[in-house]
C-alpha cells in the first residue's frame, strides 16, 4: 500500500464574498492548487460542503465544481460531516489514492453563506446536531458550545477569563495572515467586555462562520517526490464518531471521537503529542480548542486552559495552534474549515508561512470536529 | 490490492413510510444487513442520502446513523451525488476496503421524503440540477426528463407510446416484488392514457419518489469467502461525471459518464455487454433507461427503445433491466436507489431473487445516475 503526500495546495481569503458565487470559490481554490502542482488535470474529486442544498438550493456540487473547473468528466462526489466536512473529504481522497484505483486526488471544501437565500444560516447550521432530539428543541450550534463551557467552567472551577489565551493567541496569528477574515488584534482586557451570544460564549469565544474555499492536492508518495520539490505526506489519517447528541455522552467533556483519531493517526505516523511541532485544532469555541488538546494528548483532562494562560499556543510555544488564527480569526467556512487546516499546515512544514512561520517545523496535525465533536478527522503531516 | 466482495445485504420495502423517521428506516436496512452477513460491527459507515438537509433539517448523518444503529464510534460520513449518492456511497467503501485500511465496510443508502417538513420536494430534487443556470429558469428534476425525451423522439423519430415497454416491464417485475412500491401489472394499452407529468412525460413514464433505505457490508474476497457461503464480488468500480447542465452538452442524447463508468468497469471485470447476464439501470423515466442500455452498450445509438418494444428486457429476455420493478416500480427512493440496485444484482447472483429470479445469473450491473446523467457509477458483480 502506497504512501500519500500532498502536491498541490491552494485557498481563497475567508470573508463575506457577496460578489462570488459556490462554484467560483471552489474553482479559485483548485486553480491555485493545480498552479502550486504544475498540473493541469486529475482523477477525481471530492467536494467538502455542508450547506449548500439548504443555503443555495444545490446539491449534486461534485459534477458541478468538476464542470465548473475545466476538469469536466472526472470521478467527483460531496462528502458530509457537518463541520468536518473538509476534513472527511481529505480522509476519503487519501483512501482513494491508497486503493489504487485512483492516482491523483483533489480535495476542494466550500462553503458559501453571505447573500444566500433559503435556510436561515443557524438553523442550517443546527442540522449538524440531532434534529428531532437537539435542534428541534431550540439547540443551535452555539448553544451546543455553550452547554460545554458552562459545564467545564463548573466542573473545572474555571472562569470566562480563562479562556482568552486562545481567542488572543488566534487573533495575534490573524493579525499576521493576509487571507485571514479577522485581521485584528484582541487585547486581553478587552474579551471580558464581549457581548454575550450564549451564555457563557461571548462574540470573542465563538468563530465566525465566512465564505471560502480551500483544496489540496495528492497523489503516491514515490510519485509526489518526482513532481514537486516539497510533497508534504500525510502520515496519519483517521477518522471516528461519537454519540450524535450529548445527551447520551457518558462524559460530555471528553471528545471521545477526538481522542480515538488523533491517536490512531499519530500511531499511523509513529510520533507521540511531544513530537508535533504545530497543531490546526477545531476552535470553534474557546472550549473546544482546550478540549481539543486534552483529548489528543496535549493536556491532562480540564488543564487544556491552562497551555492558553501560560503563553505554550503560541507560534514559538510549546504546542502552537491556530498558526494562521484558527477558526476564531481565519474565519469557520464550515464545510471548508478542514481543508484549510490542512493547507496551513502544508504552509508551515514546507516553510512559506512567512510572519505566521512556526521555527523549524517538521510534523503538523489537523484535526477537523463535526459540531460537538461527534465527528473527528485528524491527519498528521510531514516534509516526505 | 485485494479484491472486494459482499458479505451482507438488507433492505426496507419503499413506499410512504409515514410513520418511520429517517434513522429508523437506516438501521431497518442496516440491521438486515449485519443478519446477512452475521456479524455485528464493522469498522466504517459510507450513508448515501441527497435530500435529509433539505427535507428533515438533518445533516451529519453519518455519526447519527452509525449512533443510532448500535454502530457508534466507527469512522462514517454522508457521500451525496443527487440520485445516485447511494451508488457513489458503494464506490467509496469499495475505495476504502481496497485501501487496506478499513476491511469492514458497511454502505446504506437512506432517503425519507414522505410527511416531511422544509423544502418543497420538487424544490429540493431540483437541487441535483444547475441551480443558477437550470432550476432557476424553472426547471425541474421531472422537467430535464422531459427536454431528454422530447428530443429522443424528434431525433430518432420514435412516438410515447414507443417507451411503453420499459413501464410494463418494470411493473411486471414489481407486482411479484413483495418489497416494491408498485405491485401492479400495467397493460400496454393503459400507457398511452396516462396524465402528463411534464410533456412528454407522463405518469407511467417517471418513476415515483418513495422512502426506504438498502444497506450492504463489503470486505476483502479472501476474507469473504470465509465469513458467508455465497461472496458476491465487485469485479468493477467505476464513476464518472458529465456536464452539470443539458445545455452544455455537444449531444444531449449521448450519456457520457454512463458510457464511461460502464465501459471501464467492464473493463475491470473483464468482461463485455455479452456477458452481463442482468443490468439494474437507472429508469428515473423510461427515456434515462433507453439512453442508459445504448450509453453502456447493449443498444446502438436510438435504438435502445427497441429492446422494449421486442422483449428483450424482461426476465428470460436478452438484457433483463429493473428486473424487480426498477425506479419506475420498485420506488425511487433518490439518495438510496444506488444501494438498491447493488442489493438487488446480490440477490440475483445469490440466486434468491424468487419470484424475479433471473435464470443462472453468474455476472450482474448497476448504474446509478445523478439527474440526467451529469454523475454516473456503474458495478459490475459476480459470485466470488
Request: hydrophobic share 45%.
Amino acid at each position: 500500500m502506497s504512501n500519500v503526500s500532498i502536491i498541490g495546495i491552494g485557498k481563497t481569503n475567508v470573508r463575506e464574498h457577496w460578489d462570488t458565487s459556490i462554484r467560483h470559490l471552489a474553482w479559485y481554490a483548485i486553480e491555485a492548487a493545480l498552479d502550486d502542482a504544475a498540473i493541469s488535470k486529475v482523477d477525481s474529486l471530492y467536494v467538502g460542503n455542508m450547506l449548500a442544498g439548504q443555503l443555495s438550493n444545490q446539491n449534486h456540487l461534485g459534477a458541478l465544481v468538476a464542470d465548473f473547473s475545466g476538469l469536466r468528466g472526472i470521478e467527483a462526489v460531496t462528502v458530509e460531516a457537518a463541520d468536518a466536512s473538509g476534513g472527511a473529504a481529505v480522509r476519503q481522497a487519501v483512501l482513494a489514492v491508497k486503493s489504487g484505483l485512483v492516482e491523483t486526488a483533489l480535495v476542494v471544501g466550500v462553503e458559501k453563506i453571505t447573500d444566500e437565500t433559503g435556510t436561515p444560516v443557524n438553523a442550517a447550521l443546527a442540522s449538524g446536531l440531532d434534529a428531532d432530539f437537539e435542534a428541534i428543541q431550540g439547540l443551535t450550534y452555539i448553544g451546543a458550545g455553550a452547554l460545554l463551557m458552562r459545564r467545564y467552567m463548573f466542573e473545572h472551577n474555571v472562569e470566562v477569563a480563562d479562556f482568552a489565551g486562545f481567542s488572543v493567541n488566534a487573533h495575534a496569528n490573524g493579525a499576521s495572515n493576509p487571507m485571514a477574515m479577522f485581521r485584528n488584534r484582541l487585547k486581553p482586557e478587552r474579551f471580558a467586555m464581549a457581548p454575550l451570544v450564549a451564555d457563557p460564549v461571548s462574540l470573542f469565544d465563538a468563530a465566525p462562520t465566512g465564505d471560502g474555499a480551500a483544496a489540496i492536492i495528492i497523489t503516491r508518495t514515490e510519485r509526489a517526490r518526482d513532481m514537486v520539490p516539497q510533497p508534504v505526506e500525510i502520515a496519519g489519517s483517521a477518522m471516528a464518531t461519537d454519540t450524535m447528541g450529548l445527551h447520551d455522552r457518558k462524559d460530555i467533556l471528553r471528545l471521545a471521537a477526538a481522542a480515538n483519531s488523533a491517536s490512531r493517526a499519530m500511531e499511523q505516523a509513529g510520533v507521540t503529542p511531544e513530537e508535533i511541532d504545530l497543531f490546526e485544532l477545531h476552535d470553534s469555541f474557546t472550549v473546544m480548542a482546550a478540549l481539543s488538546l486534552e483529548a489528543s494528548g496535549f493536556a491532562e483532562r480540564g488543564q487544556g486552559w491552562q497551555l492558553a494562560r501560560d503563553g505554550e499556543i503560541g507560534l514559538d510555544g510549546r504546542i502552537p495552534i491556530s498558526t494562521f488564527g484558527g477558526l476564531k480569526a481565519r474565519g469557520n467556512p464550515i464545510g471548508a474549515t478542514g481543508v484549510f487546516q490542512v493547507v496551513e499546515v502544508a504552509q508551515q512544514l514546507r516553510g512559506q508561512a512567512e510572519a505566521n512561520q512556526v521555527d523549524g517545523a517538521k510534523m503538523g496535525m489537523a484535526q477537523n470536529l463535526g459540531t460537538t465533536g461527534a465527528t473527528a478527522v485528524t491527519h498528521v503531516l510531514r516534509l516526505s
